[in-house]
């Protein structure tokens, strides 16, 4: 499976950034997707992350409410939403995928990741 994510970049405090995530490979919407994140000097960090219908998504504290994961199993794509940033949302952000149903927010258990994309946001 390849992850390749997109849609990084620089935008004020309070603004908005729609991050996209497409696998190819041997794909399978049964996966789960997640998006973690990894600023300078800090060890990578859970974002979110859902299950295969969508139905089941699970957030860190920091970001509930603010950004929104969905994903389009017919086009293999997951997306960010992330509304009102904040200047300590400033990381570069990466997709992965898990080979298992079940939810999980442990990077150790996403077995694909992408290249990452930057995002700044500036205060």
């Known amino acids: 499976v390849q992850l390749q994510a997109s849609g990084g970049g620089l935008v004020q405090a309070g603004g908005s950034l729609r991050l996209s995530c497409a696998a190819s490979g041997r794909t399978d919407s049964s996966y789960v997707m997640g998006w973690f994140r990894q600023a300078p000097g800090k060890e990578r960090e859970f974002v979110v992350a859902i299950g295969w219908s969508a139905v089941i998504t699970r957030y860190a504290d920091s970001v509930k409410g603010r950004f929104t994961i969905s994903r389009d199993n017919a086009k293999n794509t997951v997306y960010l939403q992330m509304n009102s940033l904040k200047p300590e949302d400033t990381a570069v952000y990466y997709c992965?995928?898990?080979?298992?149903?079940?939810?999980?927010?442990?990077?150790?258990?996403?077995?694909?990741w992408g290249q990452g994309t930057q995002v700044t946001v500036s205060s």
């Open positions: 992965a995928a898990r080979t298992d149903w079940r939810i999980s927010a442990a990077p150790s258990e996403f077995g694909y």
